[in-house]
C-alpha cells in the first residue's frame, strides 16, 4: 500500500523527458494567459517541452515556427525588456542557395520579431529589412499547430481518453481557426489572424513571398487569441489585426501603474540593481487581477494560478514595499476559504486553500486541483499575513472583515490540524489522489529518517508547529486590537505551551538542529534540513539553539555556496539533483535569513543574501528560477540548473526582497507611521543604496543607507506627511 501510494501522488511530478538544449526561454503572461517561446520567438520543440501559448491551464498553441526557404533564420539575440512587456529577437538568413548557387547571402535580411500578451490575445509583429544594393525576393513561412493538451499533460500526467479536435477551418484568407471540443464540454478555439493575409499550404503552414527594394523593409503582424466557448463565426479579424501597438502601449502602462505605488530601490551595485530590477519584475509579471484583488500566480510555466502558500509568502516577502500585494492575496484566500468536509478535495472547514486550477482535467475530476485544499501550512501562514498586514498598514477595518476567517482558520489548526490531539500540527491525506506529502516539500521523498527509509505519517514538520506558533501569537495580537483580550490571552498560553513541546520533542542535540520532523509513531526524523531555518522564521526556537542552527545551516554541509540546501550533504537521503532533498531553493533561503536576522545572526544573513546575488548574476536575465541543483560551488563555474524548474517563479523573485529587509533589519508599521532599523547591516558588495518614496500609511520617505565598515549609517533625504525614522542596534 505505501509503494502504490507513492506512485498515485507522484504522478503529478513533473516529468523532464529531455533535458533542455538551452534552459534561456522567452515568458510572456498576462491574467490567465502565458507563453513559453524559444529564444527565436518560436514555439517549436523537437522533443515534448513546455514550449506553446497557454490559457487556463490549456495548451492553445503548441507549434508557430517561422521558417527561411524551409531552413531557420540565424539567431543574433533575443530578450525580454526589463519590464517584461515585450519580447524582441533579432534574426537573419543564412545563405540561400538555389540551383546550387547562392542567391541570397548570409545577412542580408534582417528580421526584427517583437511580441505583446495582453488580454488573451498574443500579438507578433516582424519587420523585415533587405540590406543588400540590389532587390531580394524570398519566401518565408509561418508552421502553425494547437494540441489543446491540459497543462497536466505537458507535465507528463497520462489520460485515458480526450476530446476531439475539430478539422481546421479557415474563416477567410486571413484568419484560420483550431477547435477542440472537450470532454468537460467546453469548445477551446485558437483564432489566429494574419495581416497581410498569406497563401496557404494545407491548413498548418502560411507562406509568404515578397521582393525587397533595396533597403527597404516590409511588415508584418500576427495575432493569435485564445478563445473558450466563443461561436467559430465570430467575426474577430477587425478587433485583432493590426492593433500590435496599442496592446504593447496597455500591456507597459500597466506594468507601470502596478510599480506606481511601491519605493524605489536604488544600489551603489550595478549587478545588484539588475537583479532587484528583473525580480521587481517577474512580480509584476505573477501578479493577476482577480476578483479580490491581485493575487502573484506561483509561476511559469507549471504553476501559473492561486497557489495559497507561494501567495501568502510571496506577500509576506513584499509587504514591506507592496502591502497592496498582501491585502489581494487575503481577500482570494478569505473567500475560498473551505466551508465543508470534502475528502476528495482535502478540504475541511476553516482550511486555506492549496490550490485552483480550470482545466479540463480539473472539471473532469481527473485531478482533485479544481480546488484543492491539501496544504498543512497555507491556513497557519494565512493568520501570520493577516497580522502581518495590519501591523504594516493599520487598516483595521480590512482586519476587521478577515477576523471571522481567522477564527475558522484557528478552529481548523486545533481540530484537524491535531486530529490525534498531541499538541502537535500534522498532515495526513484523505484523498487517494492527492499530495502524499503536505509541506512546502510535498514531492513523496521529501520526508524521511536519518536511515533514508520514508516517514510514514501523520507528519508532524518542524517547521509547521513554528508557523503554528507564530499564527496563534499573531491572533493574540489581533484579538488584542478587536478588544478581546480573553481570547488573545488564551491564544498566548496556547503557542507558549506549543513551544515549550516542541523543544523538547524536535531538538536533536547531536546534529546541533530540530528534527525535520515526527512520523506518525511520534518518532523524530533526525535529517539535518532547511525546514530548521523556518522555525527561527516563526520565533520558536529558543535563541541559544536559533545560534546553534544557524551554525549547522551555513556550514559547508548544509550551505553549498550558492545558498543552504534543502538536506545536508551528510544525509542518506541527500541528492543534489532531486527536487526537494539537496536542491537550493532561493524563497526558502530568504526565509531562513530572515529567521538569522531575526535572532540578531546577521554575518549568516549577509552570507545567505551574497550566495543568491552571486547565482543571480549566473541566471539568464538575473532571474532566479524556483530552484537549482546543490552541486558545491566550484570556482569559475555556474550554479547548476534544475531542468524543470519555474522561472520565473514568485517567492524566487520575492527572495531578494525579503533578504535586504532582514540584513535591514527593518520593520514599517502603521497605524503610528514608523519605519525602525534593528543593527542595519549591508553585505560588502553594497556600499551606499538609497530607497524613495517609501509608503507608510499617508506618508512617505526617501532614506539613503551608507556603509561604514561594518555599519550602516542611515540617513532622511526627505519626506511627505509624518512618518519616524528610527534605528536601534
Not at 507522484?10 to 510572456?28: E, G, H, M, N, P
Not at 501591523?391 to 486545533?414: K, M, Q, S, Y
Request: charged fraction near 25%; charge should be negative.
Amino acid at each position: 500500500m505505501a509503494d502504490e501510494a507513492i506512485r498515485v501522488s507522484d504522478q503529478y511530478y513533473i516529468r523532464a523527458t529531455s533535458a533542455r538544449i538551452d534552459d534561456r526561454t522567452r515568458v510572456l503572461k498576462h491574467g490567465d494567459t502565458f507563453g513559453v517561446f524559444d529564444r527565436f520567438g518560436d514555439i517549436d520543440s523537437f522533443v515534448p517541452s513546455e514550449f506553446g501559448l497557454y490559457h487556463r491551464d490549456t495548451r492553445f498553441l503548441s507549434r508557430f515556427a517561422l521558417r527561411l526557404d524551409g531552413q531557420r533564420p540565424l539567431l543574433l539575440d533575443s530578450s525580454i525588456k526589463e519590464d517584461n512587456a515585450l519580447f524582441t529577437a533579432d534574426l537573419m538568413n543564412a545563405d540561400v542557395r538555389r540551383s546550387g548557387e547562392v542567391a541570397v547571402p548570409r545577412g542580408t535580411l534582417h528580421f526584427f520579431r517583437s511580441k505583446v500578451l495582453w488580454q488573451g490575445v498574443c500579438q507578433e509583429r516582424l519587420q523585415v529589412h533587405n540590406y543588400a544594393q540590389t532587390a531580394v525576393e524570398i519566401s518565408f513561412s509561418i508552421e502553425l499547430a494547437a494540441d489543446f493538451v491540459d497543462l497536466f499533460e505537458v507535465r507528463g500526467m497520462p489520460r485515458a481518453r480526450r476530446g476531439r479536435l475539430l478539422p481546421p477551418c479557415r474563416l477567410d484568407t486571413g484568419t484560420l481557426l483550431l477547435a477542440y471540443e472537450g470532454l468537460d464540454g467546453c469548445t477551446r478555439r485558437t483564432r489566429i489572424v494574419l495581416d497581410p493575409a498569406p497563401e496557404w499550404q494545407g491548413d498548418a503552414r502560411a507562406t509568404y513571398a515578397i521582393r525587397l527594394e533595396p533597403h527597404a523593409e516590409a511588415t508584418f503582424r500576427w495575432a493569435i487569441a485564445c478563445e473558450l466557448d466563443v461561436p467559430a463565426a465570430e467575426p474577430k479579424r477587425a478587433t485583432l489585426a493590426a492593433v500590435y501597438e496599442t496592446a504593447a502601449e496597455e500591456a507597459a502602462l500597466a506594468l507601470a501603474g502596478a510599480h506606481a505605488p511601491e519605493p524605489d530601490i536604488h544600489t551603489s551595485n550595478t549587478q545588484f540593481n539588475h537583479w532587484l530590477n528583473r525580480s521587481l519584475a517577474d512580480i509584476h509579471l505573477l501578479r493577476t487581477d482577480t476578483p479580490y484583488g491581485p493575487y502573484p500566480y506561483a509561476g511559469v510555466p507549471w504553476y501559473s494560478t492561486v497557489f495559497g502558500r507561494d501567495g501568502i509568502i510571496t506577500a509576506l516577502q513584499c509587504l514591506w514595499m507592496s502591502p497592496q500585494l498582501a491585502r489581494g492575496v487575503l481577500a482570494c484566500l478569505a473567500a475560498t476559504q473551505a466551508g465543508e468536509e470534502n475528502p476528495e478535495r482535502d478540504a475541511q472547514p476553516g482550511k486555506i486553500l492549496h490550490e485552483m486550477r480550470a482545466g479540463e482535467m480539473a472539471a473532469l475530476g481527473e485531478i482533485p486541483f479544481g480546488r484543492y485544499y491539501g496544504s498543512i501550512d497555507a491556513t497557519p501562514l494565512f493568520v501570520m499575513l493577516v497580522d502581518a498586514y495590519l501591523r504594516r498598514t493599520g487598516d483595521l477595518d480590512f482586519a476587521r472583515l478577515l477576523w471571522p476567517h481567522v477564527e475558522r482558520a484557528l478552529g481548523w489548526i486545533d481540530r484537524y490540524g491535531d486530529p490525534d490531539g498531541d499538541g502537535f500540527y500534522e498532515y495526513a491525506r484523505r484523498s487517494p489522489a492527492g499530495l502524499l506529502n503536505q509541506g512546502w516539500k510535498d514531492s513523496h521523498d521529501a520526508v524521511f529518517h536519518a536511515d533514508g527509509t520514508p516517514a510514514e505519517g501523520p507528519v508532524a514538520l518542524c517547521e509547521v508547529q513554528g508557523y503554528v506558533y507564530a499564527a496563534k501569537l499573531a491572533a493574540a495580537r489581533l484579538a488584542g486590537a478587536f478588544g478581546q483580550e480573553p481570547r488573545a490571552g488564551q491564544l498566548a498560553g496556547e503557542a507558549e505551551r506549543l513551544r515549550e513541546r516542541f523543544e523538547a520533542m524536535f531538538w536533536c542535540e547531536e546534529l546541533a538542529t530540530y528534527a525535520l520532523a515526527l512520523d506518525g509513531s511520534k518518532r523524530p526524523c533526525r535529517v539535518v534540513a532547511s525546514n530548521a531555518g523556518h522555525c527561527l522564521f516563526a520565533g520558536i526556537a529558543s535563541d541559544e539553539r536559533a545560534r546553534r542552527v544557524a551554525q549547522t545551516l551555513t556550514g559547508e554541509s548544509s550551505f553549498s555556496g550558492w545558498g543552504i540546501r534543502t538536506v545536508s550533504m551528510r544525509e542518506r537521503g541527500y541528492n543534489p539533483m532531486s527536487y526537494h532533498n539537496g536542491s537550493v531553493w532561493p524563497h526558502d533561503n530568504a526565509l531562513i535569513a530572515a529567521g538569522f536576522a531575526r535572532y540578531g545572526l546577521k554575518d549568516a544573513a549577509l552570507k545567505v543574501l551574497a550566495g543568491l546575488f552571486d547565482s543571480a548574476l549566473f541566471f539568464d536575465q538575473h532571474r532566479l528560477p524556483e530552484l537549482f541543483c546543490g552541486f558545491p560551488r566550484r570556482p569559475g563555474e555556474a550554479p547548476t540548473h534544475y531542468p524543470v524548474a519555474c522561472s520565473p517563479q514568485a517567492w524566487a523573485a520575492g527572495a531578494v526582497f525579503l533578504c535586504l529587509q532582514a540584513c535591514l533589519g527593518m520593520e514599517v508599521r502603521c497605524p503610528n507611521p514608523t519605519v525602525k532599523f534593528t543593527d542595519p547591516a549591508l553585505p560588502p558588495f553594497i556600499e551606499s543604496m538609497t530607497i524613495r518614496g517609501l509608503q507608510v500609511g499617508d506618508a512617505d520617505v526617501d532614506l539613503v543607507f551608507s556603509r561604514h565598515g561594518e555599519d550602516v549609517g542611515i540617513n532622511v533625504l526627505g519626506r511627505t506627511g509624518r512618518v519616524n525614522v528610527v534605528t536601534v542596534k
